[in-house]
Structure formats: structure tokens, C-alpha cells
């Protein structure tokens, strides 16, 4: 198991910097290829060409700042070089959460991403930076069904045993999704987030894989 004290610590350097603060804050090109499908979901490693459709999902309302950690609206080259950074992360993914449908000729023919995972593996523990889904894919299981396919690929092919993740207090949907996926609360800290003096309330959960 990690250290709680690094484990705080790197989380409070992950919701580090000016605009972009919060769960979810990254950089670096992701280096762990996915490419994973069940229930009706294909997770598959982001691409640069699907930059127009991460680009709409960061700015789709005023609640997807819990997720990604960004306030103001953000430009499409804004994000790429925010997301495809050239200082690599050789831990780090990033996936889009594709919808499957039987009217394609393949699963992975989805046009567009609805969603977007990211976070990074070290030794055996999952650290889950990021989950976002589009608002009209919401309340559909998408959420959840990815979470638990992320999961179950990291347990069978990496041997993950456990995974983290942070949420911001006042985020009570999030927290109640993360509780419904068995994830339980760890420890609280507070920060100032999202470029502002108030304190936010930070739990970091775990779960055993």
C-alpha cells in the first residue's frame, strides 16, 4: 500500500497551478495504451483528432470544473497543449469512453468520445485523476460501467490491487458515484482550488481491486 502521507502530497501537486486546479489537473502525453470494451463501453486511449470533442466536454456547464479542475472555458489548442504535452507521463493514460452500438459495423467506429478517463498506474495502484461524461450521456450507467471496466483492465493486465482518487466535499453527486462503486473515504485535507482564497474541503477514497 502507498504511503497516506504521499498520497496526500501528490494530490495536492495534482491540484496545483492558475486556471487549471483541481482533481483531475494533468499534463504529459499519456504512455499506457488501452484499449478495452464490455457492457456496452469501449475504453480506448485518446487521440489528438478527437481534441473538438474533449474540447466541448470541458466546457459543457459549470458542475464539469469538479471533474477536470478548470474554471473558465478553455480553448481547443489551450487543452492540446495541456493534454498532449511533450514532457511524457510514462505512467499515465488517457482514454475516451466510447458508447458502443450495434448498428456499427464496429465498436470502435464510435465518432466521437462521450467521455474521458485519465490517471496513472504506479507499481500496483491505480491513481484515477479524472472522469467525465457529457451531460446527455449522464444518469445512463455510462459513468459507472467505465469506472468498472477501467478497473477490471488494470486488475487483470497490470495486477493493480487498489486504486485512489480525490473529491472536493461540496461535489455530493461525485462522491455518492464513487461510494456506489465501492470506494470508501480515506483521509481529508483542506486546499484553496479553482484560483480562488476559499478552502475546499479534498477526501482522497481508495478501494482494494
Not at 495504451?33 to 466536454?57: D, F, P, Q, W, Y
Not at 479542475?69 to 504535452?85: I, P, Q, Y
Not at 486546499?191 to 474541503?201: D, H, S, V
Amino acid at each position: 500500500m502507498w504511503n497516506m502521507k504521499y498520497i496526500v502530497r501528490g494530490s495536492k501537486r495534482a491540484m496545483t497551478g492558475m486556471k487549471y486546479e483541481g482533481p483531475g489537473w494533468e499534463t504529459g502525453e499519456p504512455m499506457i495504451e488501452i484499449k478495452t470494451s464490455g457492457n456496452g463501453i469501449l475504453l480506448k486511449t485518446l487521440e489528438r483528432s478527437k481534441l473538438a470533442a474533449v474540447t466541448e466536454l470541458y466546457n459543457c456547464g459549470r458542475d464539469i470544473r469538479y471533474a477536470t479542475g478548470v474554471t473558465d472555458h478553455v480553448s481547443c489548442m489551450e487543452l492540446d497543449e495541456r493534454l498532449f504535452n511533450p514532457e511524457t507521463d510514462e505512467n499515465g493514460f488517457m482514454t475516451g469512453i466510447y458508447v458502443q452500438s450495434p448498428y456499427l459495423a464496429a465498436p470502435d467506429r464510435q465518432i466521437q468520445p462521450v467521455g474521458l478517463i485519465s490517471g496513472s498506474l504506479q507499481s500496483k495502484t491505480i491513481w484515477i485523476k479524472l472522469i467525465a461524461i457529457l451531460p446527455q450521456y449522464r444518469r445512463k450507467g455510462v459513468g459507472s460501467r467505465s469506472a468498472r471496466l477501467l478497473l477490471h483492465h488494470f486488475k487483470a493486465r497490470y495486477g493493480a490491487s487498489e486504486a485512489f482518487l480525490s473529491v472536493i466535499g461540496e461535489n455530493r453527486a461525485g462522491m455518492l458515484f464513487w461510494l456506489d462503486q465501492g470506494f470508501s473515504e480515506s483521509v481529508r485535507f483542506s486546499k484553496k482550488l479553482f484560483g480562488a482564497e476559499k478552502q475546499y474541503e479534498v477526501i482522497i477514497m481508495q478501494k482494494k481491486l
